[in-house]
């Protein structure tokens, strides 16, 4: 597969995750709101029984084909510069994505006291734009470059988090759009970037990205919340853009994509 057919096919697989990620927390708040706490779990419930019963339903076309872990190919591909760069890139991204999603919701209570779960759920219509932009991510990648495509990414992510700090719930809502176009820009570039690097199995490499892609959502699940309780929101925030400012560096030593 080429480069750029590596990229569409992850934009759209992008997308599809994006939608679902908007869908469980939109719609979950409205069903809380409407019938209860208990509700989105029957709905989660539901879905997951589905995604089952469409698993049954794809045929089988061959064996799996799978790789033992290789301590010496791990070593190799975290030696590659642009490799190692685009993982802490990633890293530093869903850091920040997740600590301030998970956290919004606490801050918009501080902000309106007894928000209802449909206008928590409402914060997320975001990620609508996040759609709009992992499918524009392949035009402007082949248009303006990898390197320079992923800076537009992470500058806008870093702005509208910045936005986060100013003391509106209208506010939030707001800057929210602009959050989501960036990051899922970046997001749906970050594979198709890795994989245009390497030739043959790329089973470690992108093993690599996903482990640095959860380990950073894990921890800024956790770590930015003492921040926020000890320091406050505006230290929150700032930490936040400081991550980013780290992830933006780190796209400088990126070059035009190659397999190597």
């Given at each position: 597969a080429t480069p750029q057919r590596i990229r569409r096919v992850m934009a759209l697989y992008i997308t599809a995750t994006i939608f679902g990620g908007f869908f469980g927390r939109f719609s979950s708040g409205l069903l809380a709101w409407a019938w209860g706490w208990q509700a989105p779990f029957f709905m989660?419930?539901?879905?997951?029984?589905l995604a089952c019963l469409l698993l049954a339903m794809q045929g089988v076309t061959g064996p799996a084909?799978?790789?033992?872990?290789d301590f010496s190919r791990v070593a190799a591909a975290l030696r590659q510069p642009?490799?190692?760069?685009?993982?802490?890139?990633?890293?530093?991204c869903f850091f920040t994505f997740t600590a301030a999603l998970n956290f919004l919701p606490f801050r918009l209570n501080e902000l309106e006291r007894g928000a209802s779960e449909l206008r928590t759920g409402s914060m997320y219509l975001g990620y609508l734009v996040g759609i709009a932009a992992a499918l524009l991510s392949t035009r402007m990648a082949e248009r303006f470059g990898e390197a320079v495509t992923l800076r537009a990414g992470i500058?806008?992510?870093?702005?509208?988090?910045?936005?986060?700090?100013?003391?509106?719930?209208?506010?939030?809502?707001?800057?929210?759009?602009?959050?989501?176009?960036?990051?899922?820009?970046v997001q749906s570039l970050g594979p198709g970037v890795v994989?245009?690097?390497?030739e043959g199995k790329r089973g470690v490499v992108n093993g690599l990205y996903i482990a640095f892609y959860y380990g950073g959502g894990t921890l800024g699940s956790i770590a930015p919340g003492f921040i926020y309780h000890s320091f406050g929101w505006g230290a929150f925030i700032a930490v936040l853009v400081g991550?980013?400012?780290?992830?933006?560096?780190?796209t400088r030593g990126l070059g035009?994509?190659?397999a190597k």
């Open positions: 989660l419930a539901l879905l997951s029984a084909s799978f790789e033992r872990p642009e490799l190692l760069r685009v993982y802490l890139m990633i890293f530093c500058l806008l992510f870093a702005c509208s988090v910045a936005a986060c700090a100013l003391p509106s719930g209208e506010g939030l809502l707001l800057a929210l759009f602009p959050f989501c176009a960036g990051f899922f820009l994989n245009a690097r390497v991550v980013l400012l780290v992830a933006l560096l780190l035009a994509h190659a």
